[in-house]
């Protein structure tokens, strides 16, 4: 499986971004989806995971309200609408995706296949 983000860029406090991933590969299976991120000096952290039906979201406190997650499981495609910005948002933005862990795991060491990351810089 190969994931492939996009959407990056940099954007102004209180704007918005839209990040997705492309899964490709051996897609036959049905893989949960996540996304992490990584600020300098910090360690990933979870910013957000859906289920593959679709139907369960899960998302960080701090993101709630502002982000959400979706997928088109016909586009092997999972998105992350970012809305309301913050500088503190600003990281490198990882999709990942597995078969067995839930769009509720928070652990990245528990998702198998990690995309190239996009980075995301917000302006004050």
């Known amino acids: 499986v190969q994931l492939q983000a996009s959407g990056g860029g940099l954007v102004q406090a209180w704007g918005s971004r839209r990040l997705s991933c492309v899964a490709s590969?051996?897609?036959?299976?049905?893989?949960?989806m996540g996304w992490f991120r990584r600020a300098p000096g910090k360690e990933r952290e979870f910013v957000a995971g859906?289920?593959?039906?679709?139907?369960?979201?899960y998302y960080r406190d701090s993101v709630k309200g502002r982000f959400t997650i979706s997928r088109d499981t016909a586009k092997n495609t999972v998105y992350l609408q970012m809305n309301s910005l913050r500088p503190e948002d600003s990281a490198y933005y990882y999709c990942?995706?597995?078969?067995?862990?839930?769009?509720?795991?928070?652990?990245?060491?528990?998702?198998?296949?990690w995309g190239q990351g996009t980075q995301v810089t917000v302006s004050s």
């Open positions: 859906i289920n593959l039906s679709g139907g369960s979201t």
């Open positions: 990942a995706a597995d078969l067995f862990a839930s769009g509720s795991n928070t652990k990245y060491t528990d998702w198998r296949y």
């Open positions: 590969g051996r897609m036959n299976s049905r893989y949960n």
